[in-house]
């Protein structure tokens, strides 16, 4: 998708607060943190959301993200949270797959 924002920062073509790059994985700050530390973990490949059938058979992709997710997240020694929203009513606001990767303060369970 061309004009998802997400792929628009993947592709530079919008500025971000870029914290890690792999071949296939982008990490940057969220401009609205509901954190004190609240990164976007995204595939610069457009991929809708965890429920894409291409994201099955993208193995390398998964262990990229993960990857990022541990060296983003090794300095978390109180912890942290990831989320993944899947659709509008769970609060998705942007259709291509990303982990909000949260830490900072205690996040209370169940959120709200």
């Known amino acids: 998708m061309s004009d998802c ?31 004190p530390r609240h990164i976007l973990l995204i595939p610069k490949k457009h991929i809708s959301s965890v429920m894409d059938p291409q994201l099955p058979t993208s193995p390398q992709l998964t262990a990229e993200l993960f990857s990022a997710l541990q060296q983003l997240m090794a300095d978390a020694k109180d912890g942290f949270r990831v989320v993944i929203n899947r659709g509008e009513h769970a609060g998705e606001s942007v259709p291509h797959l990303h982990l909000h990767l949260l830490s900072g303060r205690e996040l209370a369970w169940p959120p709200g």
């Open 5 to 35: 924002i997400f792929c628009l920062i993947a592709r530079k073509e919008i500025p971000a607060q870029i914290l890690l790059e792999t071949e296939e994985v982008l990490a940057f700050k969220d401009i609205n943190p509901v954190a």
